[in-house]
């Protein structure tokens, strides 16, 4: 059975609380002495590009075409519509933590869900049960190769 809504409020609720509360205990996993440098210059600037000309050639793209790019890039074609909110952006940006890639209020760090990243952005097209990951570096077989040949 499905859970609802509110059983999953009470779930986030509780990680939350194991998060703040293990962090903590354990405090960070940073090297002693580690001081983080960006915040005493980042200097943030916020444009938009214009995309007019990759949602001209979006559109101009069959649906096989469409279903084939969505294979191999899940849901970017939704970014084409957000606006980015240049507050938001700017007030987040203030708070993110580049050393754990994760915002961090006060003594607690914090990575949004994939829901809450939709509910900033306002885009409610992104599959939230599918796995979203970057694509790594993988070494071709020859430089594997090369590798265990020397």
């Known amino acids: 059975m499905e ?6 409020v009470k779930d986030n609720a509780a ?8 962090q903590r ?17 980042t200097c943030i600037s916020v444009t938009q590009n214009s995309l ?3 949602k ?9 075409v469409k279903q084939l790019f969505y294979s191999g890039y899940g849901d970017l074609p939704y970014l084409l519509d ?4 240049k507050h938001l952006f ?3 940006a203030q708070f993110w933590n580049p050393a754990y890639s994760c915002f961090t209020f006060g003594g607690v760090d914090l990575v949004p869900t994939m829901e809450e990243y939709m ?3 306002r885009c409610s097209k992104i599959q939230v049960d599918k796995a979203y990951s970057r694509a790594v570096n993988i070494p071709t077989f020859l430089k594997k190769l090369m590798n265990i040949i020397g």
């Open 56 to 64: 001209e050639i979006w559109d101009q793209w069959n649906d096989e």
């Open 82 to 85: 957000i606006k980015v909110d």
């Open 25 to 41: 205990k354990k405090s960070d996993s940073l090297a002693k002495g580690y001081i983080l440098e960006s915040w005493d210059f």
């Open 90 to 92: 700017r007030a987040l």
């Open 52 to 54: 007019q000309e990759l």
């Open 15 to 22: 990680v939350q609380t194991w998060s703040e509360t293990t």
């Open 3 to 8: 859970k609802g809504f509110l059983d999953k």
């Open 119 to 121: 509910a900033l952005l």
